[in-house]
């Protein structure tokens, strides 16, 4: 149905050729990471080799996939490509808009009513373009993907952090923003930093509580939410063929959660053994005849001290069961250990809910192992204390779990299941009584904990944990219960205790679905219309961005000096404005209300020229398009830090913004600027941020001569009549100066295809 098995072939016919000529190049046995990366650079085979953490690298990834909040804009852009269909295999994916309330059937019904014009709007994009479509209901994206198109020594990106999960099946999966995304679907090479490398060697075997999941727990606990930030993590060692490939999946999901690029796997048994399970015999059989390049070189795992930047060894037969957070997932605690921490920092021990499944762990194995505490939990009469839900990651595992009578199990103890969706990850919980803002304790397999994620409400302590370890917990109702020593007393008034949890890596008799849930898209998508009403609050088309005049900007007024940091949420917010992300205009109402103004020190408050008033900064915004009259933003260091999300330069694009002019830039905000066709610069005299002021106009003066390396001059004219000239650096090479004349990136693209 749904995977490409042509492309991987493709993918396979090359990778020798090219992983023998990196091998050369670089002139040492190379990891699996290295042999991935090299073998999907844009200019096929390498001519070069990369300076890891260093060296911005051109990459040809194999497949994009988008979920709904993330794909509205994403696809919205791509439609000005001017392509008739994508360039690389591309699915979409409709899980983030489901809100768990009720039931799966119930909350879906709700969804769809609720959702229906975003749902329809993807749906028929993706017809039109060539893009597979899960709809409502199928399953959570990183499940799907893992299920139907990841494949060893593959590369792809997707517009979730989370992409990353596919690395369970040997894959190098990154999370970008859309911009990229469409980058990579019109047909453009992929830009990324050749990521430096962490190894984990893991020793020894999992068992008894001991689940994949205390793996990444642990890793968090070592590594810290930053630990990982700019390389890739690759898993070898004994430990590392033992374990599923879902469990695999797990581990790297979890990657994101230490800001790792990614993280990954070599090719083994367990990777052969779920491919088969999921229709994928060819892709096995493909995969089989170039297995040596689908993991590192044999000399690299006997000394990796060499070959990798840092090296962790984590022995699993020693491993126990963590929870992590609250508040935070690196905050690991041993279970041991639990029952002493909670009372020394006063969370509360009584546990109101455990929420399993989410695309971190929802596999069969994960519910298996579950559901096996479920049933013991009915024989010994142990009725659980917490409330229990469970969040299947695809109709696959639902239907197949149902079959095999596990949610009939679990209906014993009174869970409730909720859709094949994010629902409780994403704070799509309508949980009853979370606006009292009680302080209360919940458990969850899910990967992120923060404040207010799970049901908004900030007095909410998450802790991570794997299934079976929450299901342990729920039923005990008791955050300090440990499943290995404690005993719990039955309806009977009698001492029990739970057993080890045992399950299946696959279904005993196979996967089963009735309807997965895909829509294929239409053979020839030219006559498939695209509706949008011009009404809708939630989707809008876009208009392109008007290409550059070829005159200097002269007279554009100071829109904001923003003080200290000014990351992407501040540029532009997400919470209620998530809503708003497929409708520019609306969600412009949202620019920069986060950044505080330097000459008042408060947020969404700045001057109008033309009026003298104060107003938020989106109407001031506003009144100065309405006029006629560039802006300009001025800005701190690692101005844009944060996500990758487009919509922090498109907003200041639609709003009139002509320049942003910073001490440094976030890099990534810094590109986005580029491909939207605005000037993103920063001071070449840093303490020229400190000439600006409230009611400044800038005039640029050299603009005509825009060139690579070249520098550019402004004449900053003060209130009273005085000027400073100050000189300002850019990074745009040749081509980047070709999408600020265009208006934007994807002008350029559309005009190349015209
Ligand atoms: Fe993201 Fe949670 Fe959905 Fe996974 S289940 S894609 S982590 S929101």
């Given at each position: 149905?749904?995977?490409?098995?042509?492309?991987?072939?493709?993918?396979?016919?090359t990778?020798?050729?090219?992983?023998?000529?990196?091998?050369?190049?670089?002139g040492?046995p190379?990891?699996?990471?290295?042999?991935?990366?090299?073998?999907?650079?844009?200019?096929?085979?390498?001519?070069?080799?990369?300076?890891?953490?260093?060296?911005y690298?051109?990459?040809?990834p194999?497949?994009?996939?988008?979920?709904?909040?993330?794909?509205?804009m994403?696809?919205?852009q791509?439609?000005h490509?001017?392509?008739?269909?994508?360039?690389?295999?591309?699915?979409?994916?409709?899980?983030?808009?489901?809100?768990?309330?009720?039931?799966?059937k119930t909350?879906?019904?709700?969804?769809?009513e609720?959702?229906?014009?975003?749902?329809d709007?993807?749906?028929?994009v993706?017809n039109?373009?060539?893009?597979?479509?899960?709809?409502?209901?199928?399953?959570?994206?990183?499940?799907?993907?893992?299920e139907?198109?990841a494949?060893?020594?593959?590369?792809?990106?997707g517009?979730?952090s989370?992409?990353?999960?596919?690395?369970?099946l040997?894959?190098l999966?990154?999370?970008?923003?859309?911009?990229?995304?469409?980058d990579?679907?019109?047909?453009?090479a992929?830009e990324?930093?050749?990521?430096?490398?962490?190894?984990?060697?893991?020793?020894?075997?999992?068992?008894?509580?001991?689940a994949?999941?205390d793996?990444?727990?642990?890793?968090?606990?070592i590594?810290?939410v930053?630990g990982g930030?700019?390389?890739?993590?690759?898993?070898?060692?004994?430990?590392?063929?033992?374990m599923?490939?879902?469990g695999k999946?797990?581990?790297?999901?979890?990657?994101?959660?230490?800001?790792?690029?990614?993280?990954?796997?070599?090719y083994?048994?367990?990777?052969?053994?779920?491919?088969?399970?999921?229709?994928?015999?060819?892709?096995?059989?493909?995969?089989?005849k170039?297995?040596?390049?689908?993991?590192?070189?044999?000399?690299?795992?006997?000394?990796?001290?060499?070959?990798?930047?840092q090296?962790?060894?984590?022995?699993?037969?020693?491993?126990?069961?963590?929870?992590?957070?609250?508040f935070t997932p690196d905050?690991?605690?041993?279970?041991?250990?639990?029952?002493?921490?909670?009372?020394?920092?006063?969370?509360?021990?009584?546990?109101?809910?455990?929420?399993?499944?989410?695309?971190?762990?929802?596999?069969?194995?994960?519910?298996?192992?579950?559901?096996?505490?479920?049933?013991q939990?009915?024989?010994k009469?142990?009725?659980?204390?917490?409330?229990f839900t469970i969040t299947?990651?695809?109709?696959?595992?639902r239907y197949?779990?149902?079959?095999?009578?596990?949610?009939?199990?679990?209906?014993k103890?009174?869970a409730?299941?909720?859709?094949?969706?994010c629902?409780?990850?994403?704070?799509m919980?309508?949980?009853?009584?979370?606006?009292?803002e009680?302080?209360n304790?919940?458990v969850?397999s899910?990967?992120?904990?923060f404040?207010?994620?799970?049901?908004?409400?900030?007095?909410?302590?998450?802790?991570?944990?794997?299934?079976?370890?929450?299901?342990?917990?729920?039923?005990?109702?008791?955050l300090?219960f440990n499943?290995i020593t404690d005993?719990?007393?039955?309806?009977d008034g009698?001492?029990?205790?739970l057993?080890?949890?045992?399950?299946?890596?696959?279904?005993?008799?196979?996967?089963?679905?009735?309807d997965?849930?895909?829509?294929?898209?239409?053979?020839?998508?030219?006559?498939?219309?695209?509706?949008v009403?011009?009404?809708?609050?939630?989707?809008?088309?876009?208009?392109?961005?008007?290409?550059?005049?070829?005159k200097?900007?002269?007279?554009?007024?100071?829109?904001?000096?923003?003080?200290?940091?000014?990351?992407?949420d501040?540029?532009?917010?997400?919470?209620?404005?998530?809503?708003?992300r497929?409708?520019?205009d609306?969600?412009?109402?949202?620019?920069?209300?986060?950044?505080?103004?330097a000459?008042?020190?408060?947020?969404n408050s700045?001057?109008?020229?033309?009026?003298?008033?104060?107003?938020?900064?989106?109407?001031?915004?506003?009144?100065?398009?309405?006029?006629?009259?560039?802006?300009?933003?001025?800005?701190?260091?690692?101005?844009?830090e944060?996500?990758?999300?487009?919509?922090a330069?498109?907003?200041?694009?639609?709003?009139?913004?002509?320049?942003?002019?910073?001490?440094?830039?976030a890099?990534?905000?810094?590109?986005?600027?580029?491909?939207q066709?605005?000037?993103?610069?920063?001071?070449?005299?840093?303490?020229d941020y400190d000439?600006?002021?409230?009611?400044?106009?800038?005039?640029f003066?050299?603009?005509?001569e825009?060139?690579?390396?070249?520098?550019?001059?402004?004449?900053?004219?003060h209130a009273?009549g005085?000027?400073d000239?100050?000189?300002?650096n850019?990074?745009?090479?040749?081509?980047q100066?070709?999408w600020?004349?265009?208006g934007?990136?994807?002008n350029l693209?559309?005009?190349a295809?015209?």
């Amino acid at each position: 149905m749904a995977f490409d098995i042509e492309m991987i072939k493709k993918v396979y016919a090359t990778m020798a050729e090219r992983v023998d000529k990196a091998r050369e190049l670089v002139g040492r046995p190379l990891t699996l990471s290295e042999k991935i990366l090299y073998s999907h650079l844009w200019e096929g085979t390498p001519s070069q080799a990369f300076t890891r953490g260093k060296d911005y690298v051109d990459f040809a990834p194999d497949r994009v996939a988008c979920q709904d909040a993330t794909a509205q804009m994403a696809l919205l852009q791509f439609m000005h490509a001017g392509k008739p269909k994508v360039a690389v295999p591309t699915t979409v994916h409709c899980d983030h808009l489901i809100q768990a309330k009720v039931d799966a059937k119930t909350d879906l019904k709700r969804a769809k009513e609720q959702s229906n014009e975003v749902f329809d709007f993807l749906s028929s994009v993706s017809n039109k373009y060539g893009i597979g479509f899960w709809k409502p209901g199928a399953g959570i994206i990183h499940q799907v993907v893992l299920e139907n198109y990841a494949f060893p020594g593959g590369m792809m990106i997707g517009t979730d952090s989370h992409t990353v999960n596919a690395g369970g099946l040997g894959m190098l999966a990154i999370g970008v923003g859309g911009a990229d995304a469409v980058d990579v679907m019109s047909g453009m090479a992929w830009e990324l930093k050749f990521p430096k490398l962490i190894g984990i060697k893991l020793t020894g075997k999992l068992s008894g509580w001991t689940a994949p999941k205390d793996i990444i727990l642990k890793v968090a606990g070592i590594l810290t939410v930053k630990g990982g930030t700019g390389a890739i993590i690759e898993y070898f060692g004994e430990g590392a063929t033992a374990m599923s490939c879902t469990g695999k999946g797990t581990i790297c999901n979890m990657g994101a959660e230490v800001g790792a690029t990614t993280s990954t796997f070599g090719y083994d048994e367990s990777m052969d053994r779920y491919l088969r399970a999921t229709s994928r015999a060819d892709v096995a059989d493909e995969a089989a005849k170039v297995a040596d390049y689908l993991t590192a070189d044999s000399e690299v795992y006997e000394n990796p001290e060499q070959y990798f930047d840092q090296v962790i060894e984590i022995n699993l037969s020693e491993l126990e069961p963590h929870l992590n957070g609250p508040f935070t997932p690196d905050l690991a605690t041993p279970i041991s250990k639990m029952k002493e921490e909670a009372i020394k920092n006063d969370w509360p021990l009584n546990i109101q809910v455990g929420l399993i499944g989410s695309c971190t762990n929802s596999s069969y194995e994960d519910i298996s192992r579950s559901v096996s505490l479920a049933k013991q939990a009915a024989e010994k009469k142990l009725k659980p204390k917490s409330k229990f839900t469970i969040t299947p990651g695809s109709e696959l595992v639902r239907y197949t779990i149902e079959r095999d009578g596990f949610i009939d199990t679990f209906d014993k103890i009174g869970a409730t299941v909720f859709a094949n969706a994010c629902g409780p990850c994403i704070g799509m919980w309508d949980r009853e009584g979370s606006e009292k803002e009680e302080r209360n304790t919940i458990v969850h397999s899910f990967n992120r904990n923060f404040s207010k994620r799970a049901d908004g409400n900030p007095n909410t302590l998450a802790f991570v944990g794997s299934p079976e370890m929450v299901t342990a917990l729920a039923i005990a109702g008791d955050l300090g219960f440990n499943p290995i020593t404690d005993k719990l007393i039955n309806e009977d008034g009698e001492e029990v205790m739970l057993d080890e949890p045992t399950g299946w890596e696959l279904p005993p008799d196979g996967f089963a679905v009735d309807d997965a849930g895909f829509q294929a898209p239409a053979e020839d998508g030219s006559g498939v219309q695209v509706v949008v009403s011009p009404e809708s609050e939630r989707l809008q088309l876009l208009e392109p961005f008007a290409p550059w005049d070829g005159k200097n900007i002269m007279g554009a007024k100071l829109l904001i000096k923003a003080f200290g940091k000014c990351t992407t949420d501040h540029i532009s917010m997400a919470g209620p404005w998530l809503r708003f992300r497929g409708h520019l205009d609306n969600i412009s109402n949202n620019m920069l209300i986060g950044g505080v103004n330097a000459y008042n020190m408060k947020t969404n408050s700045v001057k109008n020229q033309l009026t003298g008033d104060y107003d938020a900064v989106p109407n001031v915004a506003r009144a100065y398009k309405a006029a006629n009259v560039p802006s300009i933003v001025v800005g701190d260091h690692n101005y844009g830090e944060g996500s990758s999300r487009e919509h922090a330069a498109m907003e200041p694009r639609h709003l009139g913004v002509r320049a942003v002019l910073v001490k440094s830039f976030a890099r990534i905000h810094e590109t986005n600027l580029k491909k939207q066709g605005m000037l993103a610069l920063t001071f070449a005299n840093e303490a020229d941020y400190d000439k600006i002021q409230e009611n400044d106009t800038f005039n640029f003066i050299d603009l005509t001569e825009f060139a690579p390396g070249k520098q550019l001059t402004l004449e900053v004219v003060h209130a009273d009549g005085t000027k400073d000239v100050i000189t300002a650096n850019h990074s745009y090479n040749e081509g980047q100066i070709g999408w600020f004349n265009a208006g934007s990136a994807l002008n350029l693209i559309a005009a190349a295809n015209k």
